[in-house]
């Protein structure tokens, strides 16, 4: 499987985790300067904004250790500019990891972290 796949893969399970769980997906691979917000979602009136980070293994640190302060710096800034071109200006909101590791071929593993990017450096 291929490294795109791989990560596709990985973000259509955390849409489907996300779904069974009660939030509403608002867009997908949203992209503007700063990068891409893998998905936005909304959970009763709050955004939230769900950095997607798949892996095979957990070596190496797993998913969760690959996001750095310049990454987390860049999803901040496009969270703020996907608020403003939405018009959802003065909303909560909050940034998310979800970490994925494949397991198997039809098999993944999920850790959800809330709130896993803070607002400020």
Known sequence: MTRAA???KGEQAAERYLFQNGYRILDRRWNCRFGELDLVAQEGDEVVFVEVKTRRS???GGAAGAIDWHKARRLRHAAYIYLHARRLRGR???IDVIA???TGP???RLEHFKSAIGEVD
């Open 106 to 108: 039809e098999q993944a």
């Open 6 to 8: 791989l990560g596709l």
């Open 100 to 102: 994925v590791t494949q």
């Open 92 to 94: 909560p909101f909050r």
């Open 58 to 60: 957990t070596g190496y």
